[in-house]
Nanobody, 117 residues
Framework: VQLVESGGGLVQAGGSLRLSCAAS????????MGWYRQAPGKQRELVAA????????NYADSVKGRFTISRDNAKNTMYLQMNSLKPEDTAVYYC???????????WGQGTQVTVSS
């Protein structure tokens, strides 16, 4: 499975960005996808996740009400709509996909999001 993120960039506080993650390869193996982020000097953390089938989602407390995760199964693409961005959202955002049986984690190359105050 290959994952390619896009949509990062520089935005002012209060602005919005939409990240995309295009998946290719053996995507039928995937049962969950998510977005993680890593700020300088900090550990990578889960931002949001979405489960195949029912499409249930969960979010980090810090982004609830501001970020929305979704996926378009026909396009094998996952999105993260980020609204009301804050400087503390600045990080490299990574797309993640987890295989249903092996539980192997696939990662994208990351996309930088920078929020200026």
């Amino acid at each position: 499975v290959q994952l390619v993120e896009s949509g990062g960039g520089l935005v002012q506080a209060g602005g919005s960005l939409r990240l995309s993650c295009a998946a290719s390869g053996r995507t039928f193996n995937i049962n969950a996808m998510g977005w993680y982020r890593q700020a300088p000097g900090k550990q990578r953390e889960l931002v949001a996740a979405i489960i195949s089938g029912g499409g249930s989602t969960n979010y980090a407390d810090s982004v609830k009400g501001r970020f929305t995760i979704s996926r378009d199964n026909a396009k094998n693409t996952m999105y993260l709509q980020m609204n009301s961005l804050k400087p503390e959202d600045t990080a490299v955002y990574y797309c993640n996909a987890r295989a249903s049986i092996s539980k192997y984690n696939y990662w994208g190359q990351g996309t930088q999001v920078t929020v200026s105050s």
